[in-house]
């Protein structure tokens, strides 16, 4: 099991950026598959972008694909993700998760999620 805290969210004009962190716990992160999800109110929670535990393959949302970039740093335990041209739409909780397998990280299936920061973004 792995302890996740997000961090970096907040208030942004529409074509703005943030930078989102989570923070992992535990001496085993770098065998963690790492992903990050998104729940708008009133909305289900949705897959934003997940990457494998070397960083050297991630997947994007459709939605997001072009203006997100997320990164790991494992000496650091840490994920990232880069938020670009930033949209009202994009307007949600955005939560960090990890798991050790990748397709039911990319689902949402997995057991390790952070507690959310909110990102909003005004028009």
């Known amino acids: 099991q792995v302890q996740l805290v997000e961090s970096g969210g907040g208030l942004v004009q529409a074509g703005g950026s943030l930078r989102l962190s989570c923070a992992a716990s535990?001496?085993?992160?770098?065998?963690?598959?790492m992903g990050w999800f998104r729940q708008a109110p009133g909305k289900e929670r949705e897959f934003v972008a997940a990457?494998?535990?070397?960083?050297?393959?991630?997947y994007y949302a459709n939605s997001v694909k072009g203006r997100f970039t997320i990164s790991r740093d494992n000496a650091k335990n840490t994920v990232y993700l880069q938020m670009n041209s930033l949209k009202p739409e994009d307007t949600a909780v955005y939560y960090c998760?990890?798991?050790?397998?990748?397709?039911?990280?990319?689902?949402?299936?997995?057991?390790?999620w952070g507690q959310g920061t909110q990102v909003t973004v005004s028009s």
């Open positions: 998760a990890a798991d050790t397998n990748l397709f039911r990280l990319r689902v949402g299936l997995s057991d390790d």
């Open positions: 990457i494998t535990w070397s960083g050297s393959s991630t």
């Open positions: 535990g001496r085993t992160f770098s065998s963690y598959e």
